[in-house]
């Protein structure tokens, strides 16, 4: 057995390197070469000499900071060479753009799952199996409480959520980049024929979601002196981050809800403040994560980003597969 | 239908802040539903006396067993979500997957009078087979309230005084006679759900039952602005605070708590029942201290509290007083809207009255509580002080013109309490904590200082803001010595000031002492853990105390 200074792809100052190819991933400082698997900030910082990413992570990326970083693209499945390995991205289905990237050197394939999720979503293309050696996994939702319903379910009981309460103005909190889109979509489709606010930033992501071909219905930018009476009975979508403080004062009459897999389970969703939650996310549940593990046919898995101490146990007791622990 | 509509009534009640819009959805609930549903409803809300049919680690033990479902799994997700009930809702999604769903009309009433306690008559495997069974055809979105039934865990936020606010609005009738209906053990039926709406008030119907207790409030500063001769001074005693009801010749003793507990203390119940005349008087039980006349520690009526039908020997072991503090009602008058000093002038007559007139000696269970007259403010200050030598937690004030109404009403009674006593001590020990906190570490445990050493003294769960305790999480995640079960041992490090009532010596535990309602009062993150109290401080503060 090799040790874990051998592994192709190992943990080096709390991020995915591998040094053969002298790359990042995601890396949370700068460095010189950086893949990146999508476009939410909690996977990129400013500083990197260079970034690798698909398209779509590349223009929503720009479109956020601005032009004024090098990004060089590929197209999913495209192969390209570093120092003898071969990298490519694949599609994850956790955003627009989003991938897990592989690594094939020696004969052997490595497995970056990246954040991912199998749920159909219209706003992004399907995750895609890859077969590997080794497999590098998100486990956000490591846990078998964490079971999705189908996102019409889900989109469905925001409609009612907001047409049972027709004096009210319905908030409802998520995150701006992806799940805001899939969100739009998915309600687009049911009863709920009213209007859909979002604020500056949902707008702007929207709108690039629109240019890069995803047909998502237009939200209307909500401005800060609305008049109360034309907000009642529509829907205002908004960051977590606006939920806070003297924003909400903009409003009268309101009912909040957050949409996160975290909803799941009273416990939070009691203590998160909002009045009710819907839970949906574009991470994988407990299902999702022991799917991919066996679809990918790994011998060896590692987790990060989440607890993945049950996940472990039960792949080792249950499953039999191998899990290896980083050496953070 | 009204399993749904109950479910949906538990779904908007648990997503609804305002108490205002609480009321509405209840109110649109109890018109829109049968009389023996809303009864059983108000009893699931209330949860009064929830029966608990099988708990929550044998709830968990038959999904394991039915569905060959790792225990150590089922145990790792109630880390998270805190409740037995709401685990095995959520680890059943999708699992039952018989398309048979032949109970997803069945009635609250039916569900609760018959299928579930029908259950008890079974034997285990049945047991388990039955409850499978319903799980199986029970629509998904009843689980939990299924579930959580089965484990007596039905909370939501419901409090009393919103039913009872809901059925007030619903027949346009006063507060406190619904709350005074509401009173005691709810029995669902249909009976007792139309004598809660029955817009008719007959005082015979709420016989055995107790008044709704007025609670005093913290003390307000802008009393000592009004002139002492205003108010009516008594000790605050530490012990169960109980109405002690003779009606029509039985006598029932109710706790604040509204539980009947005649038979935890038969001493008292057969002395009253010699006392001629009927009433209801408010007061408080105290295992007493005949000798010195004053009360002994809580402690000792914790042995009686859980003990029915208590032997001689525990009676005389430990041996309890009732201490009135009002008399509510005399031979079926009701005297609460007299005012306090009147009503004082009765209790006190009526006392030496049954003092000399009954046949046998009932003042070695049963007196009325001493009056206490401070000068002025700065006096009642001195008597607060010296509470402590009584074994009293201070004083209650009481305004004389007050009439005696329900809750904590503001500006009628306050409560002086001595200051608490603080100790500053080390963070060692973390606990997950359940329910709304399910995920987090929210129960600590600190320690002193013995020689260098750190011993437990106190275990504390309250005090902290909840930016605090998700503050205190993070650290706790990151500093972990040793986890063992839900239990983590930590790098000491964090000083916090705990404030407690009393403090006194205990074998039990391996500090030597034991201290009582424990709290946070503070995060000392300006001291280091070599500023921590040592358990030579926590001596030298019981002996001052003693």
């Keep these: 057995m090799r040790t874990k200074q051998e592994y192709l792809i190992r943990y080096k100052d709390g991020n995915l390197y591998c040094e053969l190819a002298d790359i990042w991933i995601d890396p949370s400082k700068p460095v010189k070469k950086a893949l990146i698997t999508h476009a939410h900030f909690d996977h990129f910082t400013f500083g990197c000499e260079e970034y690798l990413s698909t398209k779509e992570t590349a223009i929503l990326l720009k479109e956020r900071v601005g032009d004024n970083i090098k990004i060089k693209t590929f197209e999913y499945g495209e192969e390209f060479k570093i120092n003898g390995i071969n990298i490519s991205f694949h599609p994850s289905g956790h955003i627009l753009g989003s991938s897990q990237i592989r690594f094939i050197f020696a004969e052997e394939k490595w497995l970056i799952s990246g954040d991912f999720k199998l749920q159909k979503d219209e706003t992004c293309k399907q995750y895609e199996i890859v077969k590997t050696d080794y497999l590098i996994s998100e486990c956000t939702f490591g846990l078998p409480i964490f079971k999705w319903d189908e996102s019409n379910k889900i989109a469905n009981d925001i409609s009612k959520w907001i047409t049972n309460s027709p004096e009210k103005t319905s908030l409802l909190f998520c995150y701006s980049l992806g799940k805001a889109q899939r969100l739009l979509n998915e309600i687009s489709k049911t009863n709920f024929k009213g209007n859909i606010y979002s604020n500056g930033s949902i707008h702007k992501i929207n709108n690039s979601y629109r240019e890069l071909g995803i047909d998502i219905k237009d939200t209307i930018k909500i401005e800060n002196k609305k008049k109360i009476d034309e907000l009642k009975g529509s829907l205002i979508l908004l960051p977590p981050s606006l939920s806070k403080g003297y924003y909400l004062k903009n409003f009268k009459n309101i009912q909040t809800a957050f949409a996160s897999g975290w909803m799941s389970i009273r416990a939070l969703r009691k203590r998160s403040g909002y009045d009710k939650g819907f839970p949906i996310s574009d991470h994988a549940d407990w299902d999702g994560i022991l799917e991919v593990v066996k679809k990918s046919e790994a011998k060896n898995v590692f987790f990060h980003h989440g607890d993945s101490e049950a996940l472990t146990k039960y792949l080792v007791e249950e499953e039999s597969i191998n899990v290896l622990l980083f050496d953070k | ?546």
């Design chain 2, 1 to 546: 239908m009204s399993l749904k509509k109950f479910s949906e009534l538990f779904g908007d009640l648990d997503s609804i802040n305002s108490t205002n819009n609480k009321i509405e959805v209840l109110k649109r609930y109890f018109l829109s539903n049968e009389p023996i549903d809303n009864s059983w409803a108000i009893y699931l809300l209330t949860g009064k006396s929830n029966k608990r049919f099988i708990s929550g680690r044998y709830l968990k033990n038959i999904f394991s067993q039915i569905y060959e479902y790792p225990q150590w799994l089922i145990d790792t997700c109630y880390l998270k979500v805190g409740d037995s009930a709401e685990v095995i809702t959520l680890l059943l999604k999708n699992k039952t997957t018989s398309r048979n769903k032949k109970l997803s009309n069945i009635s609250l009433n039916e569900l609760l009078s018959k299928t579930i306690p029908e259950l008890s008559k079974l034997n285990e495997e049945e047991k388990n087979l039955q409850i499978k069974n319903i799980w199986e055809r029970l629509p998904e979105d009843y689980h939990l309230i299924f579930n959580k039934i089965l484990t007596g865990t039905f909370r939501v936020g419901v409090s009393i005084g919103l039913i009872t606010k809901s059925i007030s609005k619903l027949i346009n009738i006063d507060e406190e006679i619904i709350s005074h209906r509401l009173m005691g053990n709810f029995n669902p039926s249909i009976d007792s759900y139309e004598f809660l709406i029955n817009k008719n008030i007959n005082l015979q119907e709420l016989n055995s039952k107790p008044f709704p207790f007025l609670l005093a409030n913290n003390i307000e500063d802008k009393i000592f602005n009004h002139s002492i001769n205003e108010f009516q001074f008594e000790w605050k005693y530490d012990g169960i605070r109980m109405q002690l009801i003779k009606r029509s010749g039985n006598v029932s003793l109710w706790t604040r708590g509204q539980e009947l507990v005649n038979e935890s203390f038969p001493e008292l119940v057969e002395k009253m029942s010699h006392i001629k005349d009927d009433f209801v008087l408010d007061g408080e039980l105290l295992v007493w201290n005949y000798k010195e006349q004053i009360a002994f520690d809580f402690s000792l009526l914790q042995k009686r509290i859980n003990r029915k039908s208590p032997t001689i020997s525990i009676q005389i072991k430990y041996p309890i007083i009732f201490i009135a503090y009002d008399l509510l009602e005399i031979n079926g008058r009701d005297i609460r809207e007299i005012k306090l000093e009147n009503r004082r002038i009765e209790l006190e007559k009526y006392f030496s009255k049954w003092q000399n007139n009954t046949e046998k000696n009932i003042s070695d269970i049963f007196k009325i509580c001493d009056l206490i007259f401070p000068k002025d403010w700065p006096n009642a200050l001195t008597y607060k002080e010296k509470s402590r030598e009584n074994n009293t937690e201070g004083l209650i004030i009481k305004k004389k013109t007050s009439i005696y109404s329900s809750g904590r009403r503001k500006g009628i009674w306050w409560k002086y309490k001595v200051d608490p006593m603080q100790l500053d001590a080390v963070l060692i020990y973390a606990k997950g904590g359940s329910g709304r906190r399910a995920g987090l570490y929210t129960d600590y445990s600190f320690a002193l200082w013995k020689d260098q050493e750190l011993i437990k003294f106190a275990s504390a769960y309250s005090g902290l803001t909840n930016i605090e305790i998700k503050e205190l999480d993070k650290w706790i995640r990151k500093n972990t010595i040793e986890k063992f079960g839900p239990v983590r041992s930590l790098k000491p490090e964090m000083v916090f000031e705990i404030s407690f009532e009393k403090i006194q010596i205990s074998k039990r535990h391996k500090s030597g002492i034991a201290v009582r309602f424990p709290r946070i009062t503070k995060w000392r993150k300006d001291k280091k853990i070599n500023d921590a109290d040592s358990l030579e401080n926590a001596y030298e503060l019981m002996k001052k105390i003693s």
